[in-house]
């Protein structure tokens, strides 16, 4: 997980309990999994005994950071960053342990002490202490501004962004000088924002205070995963359903799965070890992925949502029956055949079709079978069943069981879903 980190910030850890926090703007309703993976540093900062605390931006979420982002981002108004912050508040709860004694874990929101901060009186407590060239060096401002004069986007970078790392290093300041942080972490995309607050930290106060970061985790096609930039994979279930969720980690290659599960898991490190080397002697049996889903499934969602997910994941595999079929939620049956074609059938046609190869033919209009001659054809040889049951008549009545009183799942051969919606 660890990237890199300050000189001294091993030291200080092992003096005692250190208080540590991470950002996390509200510039959606939900984190998503890479929010996930720094809130981890969070969870093992608080079981090695130290303090963790989490910074809703509820001030510099009106902003936006430049680190790793190739455009400005969208500003949002102050109503719908307040109920992104309840939001995230909910989901953060989930992860820290909130009464533990001494090293309870505490959420903060720099809206707090920022909303009456005057931009004149930030320019002279703040400002006054980071020269221009200090910003202007940082990684984040360099590659936006390099990429403007190439010419590769025309928005360049605003004054409003630049001005992020000055107040994300005087959120640092400030919880150092009121809540005693001495350590800020996050992912390695942020260390210039991190080590701002340091430095500020050094010039106003003569303090010392540390950072670290772990590796930035980025999908497939190499970009950071993040609220602002698209598809991404929710920790909220009406963003990404729990079936989605789990499809994520069981679709990871095998190299991204060993690396992930030693991010996203507290499986201690010899299980971890064991798991790779059982992997490795049959991949086919994706027994890292399936650790791997298992594990952040439950924990950011429920031990009932992986069995639906499981449970979802065999039916088009063509191992689940017409029990797991009506034990899956309407959401999760929706997600599970999200890219199937769905149908729609009025209440009347459905309880007025005749027989079952009517049904698949004229009622649903034409989309599975073509004609009812065809419809004949397939079922007398076996390929066609309604909610996993193989029809075994052309001329069979239609009082299938409708699942969540409004569904039909059809299938045609070995790979061909339809889901039919009753209206």
């Avoid at 950002?23 to 090695?48: C, E, W």
């Avoid at 986007?153 to 809540?179: C, M, N, P, V, W």
Wanted: no cysteine; proline share 2%; hydrophobic share 35%.
């Amino acid at each position: 997980m660890l990237h890199d980190f300050m000189p001294g910030t091993e030291e200080q850890l092992a003096s005692g309990m250190t208080t540590g926090y991470i950002g996390f703007d509200p510039t959606a309703s939900s984190l998503h999994i890479g929010n996930l993976a720094t809130i981890m540093l969070l969870v093992h900062l608080q079981r090695a005994g130290h303090k963790p605390v989490a910074l809703v931006g509820g001030a510099t979420g009106m902003i936006g950071d430049p680190s790793g982002k190739s455009a400005e981002r969208n500003l949002l108004d102050e109503n719908t960053l307040l109920a992104n912050q309840a939001g995230i508040r909910k989901q953060l709860e989930k992860f820290l342990e909130f009464n533990s004694g001494a090293n309870s874990a505490e959420i903060v929101n720099n809206y707090d002490w920022f909303k009456e901060f005057s931009f004149l009186g930030f320019l002279r407590e703040v400002g006054k202490h980071l020269t221009v060239n200090y910003m202007m060096a940082k990684d984040s401002v360099k590659k936006r501004i390099s990429a403007d004069e190439e010419g590769n986007r025309a928005e360049g970078l605003s004054f409003t962004e630049f001005s992020y790392q000055l107040i994300q290093g005087y959120d640092f300041y400030h919880l150092y000088k009121h809540h005693n942080v001495r350590l800020q972490m996050g992912a390695s995309d942020q260390w210039g924002n991190i080590t701002t607050g340091t430095e500020l930290i050094r010039r106003i106060d003569d303090g010392k205070a540390f950072a670290l970061v772990g590796k930035l985790v980025t999908k497939s096609d190499g970009t950071k995963f993040g609220k602002s930039e698209g598809g991404n994979v929710w920790l909220d279930p009406a963003l990404t359903s729990p079936y989605k969720f789990y499809q994520f980690w069981l679709n990871l290659s095998d190299e991204e799965a060993e690396k992930l599960i030693k991010v996203y898991t507290l499986l201690p490190q010899n299980e971890i070890e064991s798991l790779i080397e059982e992997h490795k002697q049959a991949p086919h049996l994706r027994v890292l992925q399936k650790a791997l889903a298992k594990d952040v499934t439950i924990r950011v969602h429920s031990e009932e949502d992986y069995k639906s997910a499981v449970d979802a994941s065999e039916i088009l595999f063509g191992k689940g029956d017409l029990d797991t079929l009506k034990g899956l939620r309407e959401d999760i049956l929706l997600s599970v055949f999200e890219g199937v074609p769905q149908i729609e059938v009025s209440r009347g046609h459905y309880e007025g079709a005749a027989t079952v190869s009517d049904l698949l033919s004229e009622v649903t209009g034409g989309q599975i079978f073509e004609s009812k001659g065809e419809a004949k054809r397939m079922i007398k040889n076996g390929g066609v069943s309604i909610n996993r049951q193989k029809i075994q008549g052309t001329e069979d009545p239609v009082n299938y069981e409708l699942l969540q009183q409004k569904y039909l799942v059809v299938q045609k051969g070995k790979k061909n879903y339809y889901l039919v919606s009753v209206n």
